[in-house]
């Protein structure tokens, strides 16, 4: 996944039939939720633990960009914090696909080497409005420095989300 989903999170915030960067970045009311994940870890394409972690998703838009910030802990004590962008597509009346593109901080802990402590979240979500409060969905990310570091083997997470819209 190295780069994929960082180049469809920028390719879908350039080139959206309604809202672009391209257009404009104007400041805009969007629907913005909270959510606890968790997930199963994968390094190497193997299952080596879990995660829990807390998202939130502002209710505001600059152009298709929605602020987003994420943290999360590894049972092996691995942590991440970051922040940066979601882009969210709306596929039906109840149902979304979001991007998402967070620069954050990682500190190993007891987990693998990621090659650094600046590492970048790339991911994709699809879920469900359930009611006018709350949403389920599952979670797919790729975490790496981006080749900025030497040694940069990549982590992945597949995530369930249960969230609470603001």
């Known amino acids: 996944m190295n780069g994929i989903l960082a180049a469809a999170f920028w390719a879908s915030s350039l080139i959206t039939s309604d809202l672009s960067l391209i257009d404009n970045l104007e400041k805009g009311p969007a629907v913005g939720r909270q959510s606890i994940?968790?997930?199963?870890?994968?390094?190497?394409?193997?299952?080596?633990?879990?995660?829990?972690?807390?998202?939130?998703?502002?209710?505001?838009?600059?152009?298709?960009?929605?602020?987003?910030?994420?943290?999360?802990?590894?049972e092996m004590s691995g942590s991440w914090v970051g922040g940066g962008f979601s882009n969210n597509f709306m596929l039906s009346e109840k149902e979304f696909l979001?991007?998402?593109?967070?620069?954050?901080?990682?500190?190993k802990g007891r987990d693998v080497?990621?090659?650094?402590?600046?590492?970048?979240?790339?991911?994709?979500?699809?879920?469900?409005?359930?009611?006018?409060?709350?949403?389920?969905?599952?979670?797919?990310?790729?975490?790496?420095?981006?080749?900025i570091w030497e040694y940069n083997p990549g982590m992945e997470t597949i995530q369930f989300r249960v969230g609470r819209l603001l």
């Open 98 to 107: 979001s991007l998402s593109f967070l620069p954050g901080l990682y500190s």
């Open 37 to 74: 994940n968790f997930s199963t870890v994968q390094f190497q394409r193997e299952n080596t633990g879990f995660e829990i972690g807390y998202n939130h998703i502002a209710s505001v838009a600059f152009g298709p960009l929605q602020p987003s910030f994420g943290v999360s802990l590894t």
């Open 113 to 147: 080497d990621l090659g650094g402590w600046l590492m970048f979240r790339s991911g994709i979500e699809i879920g469900s409005y359930i009611n006018e409060k709350w949403v389920i969905s599952v979670h797919y990310d790729h975490r790496s420095s981006g080749d």
